[in-house]
């Protein structure tokens, strides 16, 4: 306003015949075309910057952590993502059914990073046949400057032409590829990462760890064209899986009333489970979670005693299952012979770091030799029957999620001599389950993380939310709390599965706050599934939702993606014996890092 007053003086001065007033509005006038002036120059400058920007990145996106594989999860919100998400997360962050976010302390900024992580690129035309989509016999690998021998901790780069069945170079990104370096005669492999240049050329980079001999294998999980069927079906068509309730009550004359029904979640985002008044809905009062059943004909909503897997539904176009046919299978490439030598000024096995929570997890995570997984997250080590015991002696341990962390379940009670089993009558799929051992004061429980669980008949009032199991806690030294959520959430818009990750990160945040000597451990998501009910694009997008979420909260996180992607057993959701070992190993080093 200072300046504004001095330059009505100077006005003033100059010319006696024009009155005050008159000045005024010259002056109001001459200001406001020179700043609108400026404003738009201002404007138009940033514009053509931001348009450069972001056409570059769209051409040359800078990799990012995990690439294609955990992509956008560092804290930086340019993480190399094409310019076209920038639009995205404004438009979904404006959507009322993002308005959850701030309720759980999620920010726009934070938001943002969630949107850059599970972003995925996609065709940028019409796909009218499937000769279009990326073929795997077609497409090659090709191995960067390679040399005649190599030393462990140098880099390999391998580069993935995707073609289509016409032979034709692809000229958009979006292909799932998992990579790995690997010699069978050791059993030795390492995880390679894939990073999406979005021009239908794909970059794989490799560390080597072992000194010795590797080959380089890549696979085509998805095309890019069956990756937007499998997000079309994730986003509209979530009932394809579904459940059944078992209602009871009493009869006439003694009798017993049963009832049957379809069951599944009540999430507005895509209107699952009918209108309000068609069913009986089921209210969690601490997660505001809303489970549906179909109203029975005879029975009160308040009879629901079971819940068990319903089936499937395969909802697939004719085009949509040919694409899909091209799953999980092997690209040819060069099968050049790599020879690794040892370099005494490079090792790379050697971590010195204890285990501690909060931290990074690399790319890649850790490599195999001779079976034995040594990792690059911190200083691991093999544990034998004796010093497990002695780890989890004095522990109350409490194990939550699927059945994949059920097999930790089941290893400990076959490793640890004393620790029995104890019966509690139930489920065995769905738990509780619980195993005591009494010398070495050691208590393990393991339940299923709640509904939506594919599992058969079991009590429903024994599928507890980990949310308020957590908040049922009341922690310390000596608790250790485990989890994972994962294979049963793959058919749910991401929205719904972020809102349960939401919930836990929470209540373990709660849990830290009035207990910060918890141990707080959280599995990832394996790799297995390959189809539209449960393929491993969709676990690979939840478990960027996880890492989001508990990245900055203080936990372990334990990778097994990395661990099961790249190990040369068949590939199955419930890894086999060799891998189970190493990841109790891990996870030991993490409860007694010594």
Partial sequence: MGKIKCFQKYVLKKSDTETQ???????????????????????????????????GRKKHPSPSFLSQHCAGLQNSSNSGSPAGINSEVSEMSQSPINSFYSEFGIHLDDYSRLQQAVYWDGPDRSITNVSMSTSPAHTTFIIENLKEN?????????????????????????????????????????????????????????????????QVAVRLIHSSEAVQVLKHHRDTDSDRVYFN?????????KTRLRETVTCNVKWDKNGLMG????????????????????????????????????????????????LMKQTNKDINGDKSIIKIFNSHGNETADVAEKCHPGLHTPVP?????????????????????????????DKHIYMMGDSTMRQWFEFFVKEVPNLKQMNLHVQYQSGPLLAVDVEDKIDLHWRAHGVPL????TKIANLHYISNEIDDLAGGPHTVIMFNLGPHF?????????????????????????????????????????????????????????????????????????????????????????????????????????
């Fill in 21 to 55: 007033e008159q000045h005024f509005h010259r002056e109001k006038s001459w200001l406001w075309k020179f700043f609108s002036g400026l404003c738009l120059l201002v404007f138009m400058f940033f514009l053509v910057i931001w348009s450069y920007m972001g056409n």
């Fill in 150 to 214: 190599y030393q462990t901790g140098e880099e390999l780069f391998v580069t993935v032409h995707a073609k289509d069945f016409y032979n034709k170079s692809k000229r958009y990104g979006g292909d799932f590829f998992q990579a790995k370096l690997f010699w069978s005669e050791t059993k030795a492999s390492v995880f390679g990462e894939v990073v999406d240049l979005y021009n239908g050329s794909y970059s794989a980079r490799f560390l080597l760890p072992w000194a010795g001999e590797a």
């Fill in 245 to 253: 309730g078992y209602y009871e009550g009493p009869g006439p004359n």
């Fill in 275 to 322: 209108n309000e008044n068609c069913c009986c809905d089921y209210k969690d009062p601490r997660t505001k979670e809303i489970w549906r059943c179909q109203r029975p004909k005879s029975l009160p909503c308040s009879a629901l005693v079971y819940h068990s897997m319903g089936g499937y539904r395969n909802r697939l176009t004719g085009k949509e299952k040919e």
């Fill in 365 to 393: 995570a850790g490599f195999y030799l001779n079976d034995v997984w040594t990792s690059f997250v911190c200083s691991t080590r093999h544990f034998t029957t004796q010093a497990t015991t002695e780890c989890l002696k």
């Fill in 454 to 457: 594919r599992t058969e008949k």
């Fill in 490 to 594: 793959t058919t749910y818009p991401l929205d719904y599965y972020t809102y349960r990750v939401l919930t836990i990160r929470k209540a373990v945040l709660a849990l830290l706050h009035r207990s910060p000597d918890t141990t707080v451990i959280i599995k990832t998501i394996n790799t297995g599934y390959k189809d539209i009910f449960g393929s491993d694009w969709y676990s690979l997008q939840l478990d960027r939702v996880l890492r989001w979420a508990f990245q900055d909260v203080g936990v372990y996180i334990l990778d097994v993606w990395q661990m099961t992607a790249c190990h040369y057993s068949k590939e199955n959701i419930h890894p086999g014996p060799v891998i189970i070992k190493n990841e109790i190993d891990i996870l030991l080093s993490f409860i007694c890092p010594g």
